[in-house]
């Protein structure tokens, strides 16, 4: 993860304002999203989860919004870094959200 941008108020658990980190995972390079307290830089929550064995998008990626991460898939739909689920697929007992990316959430990996 190596790019933060402006920040944003996340729902849920998390309260305060909140900067984004991006990069990839290292398996099949998909994009992954950090949130980062904008206070001191610490870790907040790891928006997104890889599933390798599962189809995605270039321009996709799956929202874990599950436990401690209750409440980012709708901050980062009100943020408009991405579109309302489309899919999902299923990892162990829980359903990652799959979503396209914004034109503004595309512009994060610039």
């Known amino acids: 993860m190596s790019k933060t941008l402006e920040t ?4 849920g658990p998390h309260t ?15 994009r992954a999203i950090q949130l980062l307290d904008a206070s001191d830089g610490s870790l907040v929550a790891t928006a997104t989860v890889n ?11 799956f929202i874990k919004n599950w ?3 209750e ?10 870094y991405i579109e309302m689920p489309h ?6 007992l829980v359903h990652a959200e799959c979503c ?6 595309l ?3 610039e």
């Open 8 to 11: 944003f108020q996340l729902d």
């Open 16 to 30: 305060g304002y909140i900067v984004y980190a991006v990069g990839r995972y290292y398996e099949k390079r998909r």
């Open 51 to 61: 599933i390798p064995d599962s189809p995605l998008g270039e321009n996709e990626v």
């Open 67 to 69: 436990s401690e991460n």
């Open 71 to 80: 409440g980012v898939l709708n901050s980062m739909i009100d943020a408009g």
């Open 87 to 92: 899919s999902y697929e299923t990892t162990g």
């Open 100 to 105: 396209r990316l914004t034109k503004k959430g």
């Open 107 to 109: 512009a994060l990996w």
